[in-house]
Every structure is written in structure tokens, then in C-alpha cells.
């Protein structure tokens, strides 16, 4: 071993006996602990110097975990962080695509209070998470609670109710169109005919304001099913016991439900509360699909935010102002999710 490897053995040493002088004298438990990991890599280093290693065991395990976890957080960082930063930076920014990118500041925000199809859009977008985000909560659940008893082909219904969710979208929004439609759907076929309503006065679902109940409705039939499974398991992770003692307390359908089963549902309601609420707020592939016609393109009655911002950055490539949008919907998305986070964080307390 050369001089200066010795040398700096001889102060890795001392370095490790200072440290169990001080771990020895250390009364909180959170340091002693941090004094320990620190020691234990002073001792690596110096295991690493006497095997004459350039690296230590533990820095190749580290290295080959490191090397396991690089490329799905390379593909990650190239096309989720680095577009998402570049996103932020361009709502500040004036860039068409082609010509150069210029400073703006505030100016694509200070558009958005005085831009009517925005909104038109945010509206839109309010109104939808507000109408299927509870609705989904209560068909989800009820239909958990239903077939998690012991039913007849339990299994087959439990496929059935999930069966839309795994259903391609183009296949179920071109079913739901015909169901639906103006002059030649059944749904229209039955109150003409069976409830007497008037030609003139027949529903049409995918115009005006009923555009926005059509597509509620799609998504809580839609997205149910996948909920269904998430509180199935919350369901069977209840304990049987809990039940019987409330039977022989004397307790009906409903206050086993209220006493028992909702309390023990509160952290599966809280997370699908939250998927369901981030995700409606992404809507966009449903809103195409179901109302945009045979050119995807969606009235004001049925834009939606996401919809919006990609109009904005690949019809008229403004993307600077469609990044701004983007950031409200951020910002609105983060302030709810964190409203939801502190609501249940207070209900625990």
C-alpha cells in the first residue's frame, strides 16, 4: 500500500473512532442512527482501501440497482419531465413552432379571463367532474356491495359490470351513438312512441345542454365497473366478526352499512375519490369520441378543457397560450388534490 493510501486509511480510521465516541454519548435515538449509516460508509470506504478495491461492494450492488431502474427513468425524464418543465416554461413564452421563441410573461394568463371558449371549456369541465365523480362513487359501490354477496353467477356479473371498461372506446361510444340518436336510437324510439313525447320535443343527446348528461352518464357506466373491483377488496378485507357482532347487537341492513362498512370503506373511497377526480379533469378521448361527430371536433357546449388546450397548440399552434391553459388545469387539479389530502388527513385526527 502507498504512502497516501495509507494515509488516507489512517484518517478514515480516526474518522470511524470519533464517530463510536460519539455514538456511544448520543442520547436521541434519530441521530444515533444517522451517526451510525455515516460510520458504516467511513468503514466501507476504509474495507474498500485495505482490499486495494476502487470500488466498494456496496457501490457495485448500487451501481447494478441503479443500472436496472435507468432505463424506464431515462424513457421517464425524455418524454414526461423534461416535455412537463418545458411546458411551464413555455406558458410564459410566445412560440408558434417554427418561429422563434419569445418572452411573454404574464400575457397568455392575463388572456384567459377574457377568452369566452375557455370559459365555455372550464364550465364544461367543472360541471362534468361535479356530475360523475359522485355518481361513480355511489354506482361503484353499490354495485360492490351487491355482488360481493353470495348470488348466483356472481362471477359473470362481477365480468359483466367490468366488461366496459376493458371494451374498446371507439367500439362502445359508435354503440352508445346509435343508442342514442336523435331520429333512429332506441332510447328516442321508446319515448315517442311508448311515452307519447313529440317528435319535435325528442331529446337530442349529443347538442345543447343535454351533450354534457350524455357524456356523464358514459362515463360513470364506463369507468364503474374498474371502481367496482377497487372497493371489492376493500369489501373482503372487512372482517366477518365485525358483522356478526352487529347482527347480534340487533343492527339492520342499513346501520351495518353505516356503522360497519362505510368507516371500514374511507381510505378506498378517499383513492378512488382522487383517481376519479384527477382523471375527469383529464377527460378528452370520451369527449371526442361520443361528441365530436365525424370530425372530432366539439361544439361549445361539449369542449372540455383538454380538448381546448390541444386545439390551441395543434390547430391553431398558439403554444404558449395552450401551455398556459395547462397550467390552470395544473394548478386546479394540485389545489383539489390537496384540499381532498388535508380533509381526510383532518378526518383521521
Given at each position: 500500500?502507498?504512502?497516501?493510501k495509507?494515509?488516507?486509511?489512517?484518517?478514515?480510521e480516526?474518522?470511524?473512532?470519533d464517530l463510536?465516541?460519539?455514538?456511544?454519548a448520543?442520547?436521541?435515538?434519530e441521530?444515533?442512527?444517522k451517526?451510525?449509516?455515516?460510520?458504516?460508509?467511513?468503514?466501507r470506504?476504509?474495507t474498500a482501501?485495505k482490499?486495494?478495491?476502487?470500488?466498494?461492494?456496496e457501490?457495485?450492488r448500487?451501481?447494478v440497482?441503479?443500472?436496472?431502474i435507468?432505463?424506464n427513468?431515462?424513457?421517464f425524464?425524455?418524454?414526461?419531465l423534461?416535455?412537463i418543465?418545458f411546458?411551464?416554461l413555455l406558458?410564459?413564452m410566445?412560440?408558434?413552432g417554427?418561429?422563434?421563441?419569445?418572452?411573454?410573461g404574464?400575457k397568455?394568463?392575463?388572456?384567459?379571463?377574457?377568452?369566452?371558449?375557455?370559459?365555455a371549456?372550464?364550465?364544461?369541465?367543472i360541471?362534468y367532474?361535479?356530475?360523475?365523480?359522485?355518481?361513480?362513487l355511489?354506482?361503484?359501490m353499490?354495485l360492490a356491495?351487491v355482488?360481493n354477496?353470495k348470488?348466483?353467477?356472481r362471477?359473470?356479473?362481477?365480468?359483466?359490470?367490468?366488461?366496459?371498461?376493458v371494451?374498446?372506446?371507439v367500439?362502445?361510444?359508435a354503440v352508445?351513438s346509435m343508442?342514442?340518436h336523435?331520429?333512429?336510437g332506441?332510447?328516442?324510439?321508446?319515448?315517442?312512441?311508448?311515452?307519447?313525447v313529440?317528435?319535435q320535443?325528442?331529446?337530442?343527446?349529443f347538442?345543447?345542454?343535454?351533450?354534457l348528461?350524455?357524456?356523464?352518464?358514459?362515463?360513470?357506466?364506463?369507468y364503474?365497473g374498474?371502481y367496482?373491483?377497487i372497493?371489492?377488496?376493500?369489501?373482503q378485507?372487512?372482517?366477518a366478526?365485525?358483522?356478526?357482532?352487529g347482527s347480534?347487537?340487533g343492527a339492520?341492513?342499513w346501520?351495518?352499512f353505516r356503522y360497519i362498512?362505510?368507516?371500514?370503506?374511507r381510505s378506498?373511497?378517499f383513492?378512488?375519490m382522487?383517481?376519479?377526480?384527477i382523471?375527469?379533469?383529464k377527460v378528452y378521448?370520451?369527449a371526442?369520441m361520443?361528441?365530436?361527430?365525424?370530425?372530432g371536433k366539439?361544439?361549445?357546449s361539449?369542449t372540455?378543457?383538454v380538448?381546448?388546450?390541444?386545439q390551441?397548440a395543434?390547430?391553431?399552434?398558439?403554444l404558449g397560450?395552450?401551455s398556459a391553459?395547462?397550467?390552470?388545469?395544473?394548478a386546479?387539479?394540485?389545489?383539489?388534490?390537496?384540499v381532498?389530502?388535508?380533509?381526510?388527513?383532518?378526518?383521521e385526527?
Amino acid at each position: 500500500m502507498d504512502e497516501k493510501k495509507a494515509a488516507q486509511l489512517k484518517k478514515l480510521e480516526a474518522e470511524s473512532a470519533d464517530l463510536m465516541q460519539r455514538i456511544r454519548a448520543e442520547q436521541d435515538l434519530e441521530k444515533k442512527k444517522k451517526l451510525i449509516v455515516k460510520r458504516e460508509g467511513i468503514q466501507r470506504k476504509a474495507t474498500a482501501i485495505k482490499g486495494n478495491r476502487k470500488v466498494s461492494r456496496e457501490t457495485k450492488r448500487d451501481l447494478v440497482a441503479y443500472s436496472f431502474i435507468a432505463p424506464n427513468f431515462i424513457g421517464f425524464a425524455v418524454f414526461t419531465l423534461v416535455p412537463i418543465v418545458f411546458a411551464f416554461l413555455l406558458a410564459f413564452m410566445n412560440w408558434d413552432g417554427s418561429n422563434a421563441i419569445s418572452f411573454v410573461g404574464l400575457k397568455n394568463f392575463m388572456r384567459l379571463p377574457g377568452d369566452t371558449f375557455f370559459l365555455a371549456a372550464l364550465k364544461n369541465t367543472i360541471i362534468y367532474v361535479i356530475g360523475t365523480v359522485p355518481l361513480t362513487l355511489i354506482a361503484s359501490m353499490g354495485l360492490a356491495i351487491v355482488l360481493n354477496q353470495k348470488i348466483k353467477a356472481r362471477g359473470f356479473f362481477r365480468t359483466i359490470a367490468f366488461f366496459p371498461y376493458v371494451a374498446s372506446l371507439v367500439a362502445i361510444t359508435a354503440v352508445w351513438s346509435m343508442i342514442f340518436h336523435p331520429s333512429k336510437g332506441p332510447v328516442n324510439y321508446i319515448l315517442l312512441n311508448v311515452f307519447g313525447v313529440a317528435q319535435q320535443n325528442l331529446p337530442k343527446w349529443f347538442s345543447g345542454g343535454l351533450v354534457l348528461v350524455t357524456l356523464i352518464l358514459f362515463s360513470v357506466w364506463k369507468y364503474m365497473g374498474y371502481y367496482m373491483v377497487i372497493y371489492l377488496a376493500g369489501l373482503q378485507g372487512i372482517s366477518a366478526e365485525l358483522y356478526e357482532a352487529g347482527s347480534l347487537d340487533g343492527a339492520n341492513t342499513w346501520q351495518k352499512f353505516r356503522y360497519i362498512t362505510w368507516p371500514q370503506l374511507r381510505s378506498t373511497t378517499f383513492f378512488v375519490m382522487v383517481m376519479l377526480t384527477i382523471n375527469c379533469f383529464k377527460v378528452y378521448d370520451i369527449a371526442v369520441m361520443l361528441a365530436g361527430g365525424g370530425d372530432g371536433k366539439l361544439s361549445t357546449s361539449a369542449t372540455v378543457l383538454v380538448y381546448y388546450i390541444y386545439q390551441n397548440a395543434f390547430n391553431y399552434w398558439d403554444l404558449g397560450y395552450s401551455s398556459a391553459i395547462a397550467m390552470v388545469l395544473f394548478a386546479m387539479v394540485l389545489v383539489i388534490t390537496l384540499v381532498q389530502f388535508w380533509y381526510e388527513k383532518k378526518m383521521e385526527e
